[in-house]
């Protein structure tokens, strides 16, 4: 080693990040901890008892509280040596998207502007890719096109096509001046003299990320006037779970939605779009009511918990309308036994739980309960109300016991369901949780087996009730659970006369 090399003083520059870095590993523990801190405790709020606004709101800092986490995660692992590579997972792609919606939305309102997701319907449900680079890319992209954009609408569309993945941003700005497009993609590649703040960093570091990902980014001036940026990213970047292809057709219906949460409203939107439904909201349980007196619609879907009338409120009262026979199905929280217990007892057809996870899952039971009302060929005439017989599976058993077993199947049925009805009334009357949980599981296989699933879930939540010794305070379901039962009964017999059996 020379004496001048002895002598070299370090670089003032190195010192400088070296000092970054330790200050961001002293600190990395405790920044951690508070972004985590924050993004718990907005998950353990109790957002349903809050004004529908403020729901929005808090769910809009969840989110780019998460987005926050991810990345500084990302910068702690760099400082401290770290790959700091983010790995590709799979997520629920449509429930990414309708975050992205949310959280900009509310930022385009703030300017006066509107902003929108438009998802082609085959879009797969879930995804394998960075999840946080493609999230960056977008954000980056959106929040330029709200940037320059003085009045009207940035859309984001997303869609498939020849095993590629692509996301295009639209503005009605000002777009890309010619100064502008010949330095895209450069760190502080903007022109002198600009009006608005900014650098050009936005676009640079989306098109690394995009680079990373092994997607291209294309920016064009519009014909009409604004911006027009498109990521698309090849089949080799990301991988596709539970194609939208395999979802249900439910471009015959048009279904009614009750439901006051924002975020839960984009949800629902875009899964029932993917799957072409006709959608008409209702944001709280008032418009519900004034909506399905005046709206024809195949199917409705109620929240529990909604302003100025409950979701079980809603449902009371639809059931007590004169010849009033839509399927109800809720879509609620709360899926314990003793909070369907109510559910049923105010004439639910059937229950979805939030948060829904499948598309093609949602879809499926939302077919399930509209077909169940639809025409049988060999339907019973004068059909019991609320779809307590699902008749096409009904006569589809009858046909495959022949013409030999037929009659000894609906004697045998008539048989057991009138034993169960004796059984469970005098039980409930005299507060035998015993019998009454041997009785209403007999009921629940019975009801099952012959596609009663109304009154099969009501015969769930009372043998839940009588477990736990609560028939006393389960009073509305027992009677609903006895009508329906009744009903029933009423069908087979109308069934059983057909084969001159009584």
């Known amino acids: 080693m020379t004496q001048d090399e002895t002598r070299r003083e370090p670089d003032p520059d190195a010192r400088d990040l070296e000092a970054i870095h330790d200050a961001l590993r002293l600190f990395g523990h405790d920044i951690r901890a508070a972004v985590l801190d924050v993004i718990g405790g907005l998950r353990l709020m109790d957002v349903e008892r809050l004004p529908p606004d403020a729901q929005t709101q808090i769910e809009r800092v969840r989110i780019a509280g998460e987005t926050l986490a991810e990345l500084v995660d990302g910068a702690m692992m760099l400082t401290s040596g770290e790959d700091g590579q983010a790995a590709a997972a799979s997520f629920d792609f449509r429930n ?58 940035v859309m984001l569309s997303v869609w498939q096509q020849d095993g590629e993945m692509h996301f295009r941003v639209r503005d009605q700005g000002r777009g890309f001046s010619d100064a502008a497009l010949e ?22 570091i989306s098109k690394d990320l995009a680079d990373a990902l092994g997607g291209t980014l294309r920016v064009a001036n519009l014909p009409e006037g604004g911006a027009d940026v498109t990521l698309t990213l090849p089949r080799s970047s990301w991988e596709c779970r539970d194609q939208a292809a395999d979802m249900p057709d439910l471009s015959d219906l048009r ?18 779009d993917a799957m072409d439904a006709r959608m008409i909201l209702a944001r709280d349980g008032q418009e519900t009511l004034d909506l399905l007196a005046s709206e024809k619609v195949d199917i409705a879907l109620i929240d529990i918990e909604m302003p100025k009338l409950s979701g079980i409120e809603v449902m009371t009262r639809l059931r007590d309308t004169p010849g009033f026979d839509t399927p109800l199905v809720a879509l609620t929280a709360y899926v314990m036994r003793e909070n369907r217990e109510a559910i049923y007892a105010a004439g639910a057809d059937g229950v979805i739980a939030k948060p829904i996870r499948s598309v093609s899952a949602f879809g ?9 009302r639809g025409p049988a060929p060999h339907s019973v005439p004068d059909a019991a109300p609320n779809g307590t017989l ?31 009805q004796d059984s469970l009334q005098q039980a409930v009357q005299q507060n035998d949780t015993m019998t009454t949980r041997a009785q209403s599981h007999i009921l629940i296989s019975l009801a099952g087996a012959i596609g009663a699933d109304r009154l099969q879930n009501m015969a769930e939540a009372l043998n839940a009730a009588a477990h736990k010794n609560r028939l006393a305070e389960a009073k509305a379901l027992v009677q609903s659970c006895e009508e329906a039962l009744a009903a029933l009964i009423t069908q087979v017999e109308r069934r059983a006369r057909r084969e001159d059996l009584l």
């Open 183 to 204: 330095h895209l993609f450069t760190a502080g590649g903007r022109p002198d003299g600009q009006d608005r703040p900014g650098s050009g960093l936005g676009l640079h």
């Open 364 to 372: 499926q039971a939302i077919r399930r309960h509209v077909d169940r």
């Open 255 to 272: 279904i009614l939605v009750a439901e006051d949460n924002e975020t839960n409203q984009l949800l629902v939107r875009q899964m029932l």
């Open 96 to 153: 990414f998207l309708a975050g992205i919606e949310l959280r900009w939305s509310a930022r385009a309102r703030e300017q006066g502007l509107t902003f929108r997701v438009e998802i082609e319907r085959h879009v797969a449900e879930r995804v394998t890719v960075v999840r946080i680079k493609l999230d960056r890319i977008l954000g980056n992209l959106i929040a330029n096109a709200l940037k320059f954009t003085d009045a009207g609408q």
């Open 390 to 420: 699902d008749r096409n599976r009904f006569e589809a058993i009858l046909q495959a016991a022949g013409p030999s077993g037929r009659g000894e199947l609906l004697d045998h049925l008539l048989q057991d369901l009138r034993s169960v």
